[in-house]
């Protein structure tokens, strides 16, 4: 069963707009704590492009500062990346992780969550 599923990329021309979409599935939203986009182009290494916690604290890679507003919806278990001005450069594949701890009964360890969406492609081309 997929547990993190990316969707709203596609074609847009540079100087437009996309909101990426990422929804945990309820199984693994307990204990999750940071939800962060990446993005990767074939023979690169990924990239961090933004990160939320769960106090609601943000940060982005230095290329989307100004342009990318990452944000939560918690009553749709559902993180959102607002692209705005986008270019070429913002070409790729862009994927969804969710991270945390979850405490677990009878443990001496907590178990450690990191779920990975399959990735979802945004082409900004003219």
């Known amino acids: 069963q997929v547990k993190v599923v990316e969707s709203g990329g596609g074609l847009v021309q540079p100087g437009g707009s996309l909101r990426l979409s990422c929804t945990g599935s309820?199984?693994?939203?307990?204990?999750?704590?940071?939800v962060a986009w990446y993005r990767q182009v074939p023979g690169k290494q990924r990239e961090l492009v933004a990160r939320?916690?769960?106090?609601?604290?943000?940060m982005y890679v230095d290329s989307a500062k100004g342009r990318f507003t990452i944000s939560r919806d918690n009553a749709n278990n559902t993180v959102y990346l607002q692209m705005n001005s986008v270019n070429p450069g913002d070409t790729a594949v862009y994927y969804c992780?969710?991270?945390?701890?979850?405490?677990?009964?009878?443990?001496?360890?907590?178990?450690?969550?990191?779920?990975w969406g399959q990735g979802t492609q945004v082409t900004v081309s003219s």
């Open positions: 309820s199984e693994i939203i307990d204990g999750i704590n940071t």
């Open positions: 992780n969710m991270k945390g701890v979850r405490s677990q009964a009878g443990g001496i360890m907590p178990v450690r969550l990191d779920y």
């Open positions: 939320i916690t769960w106090g609601g604290s943000t």
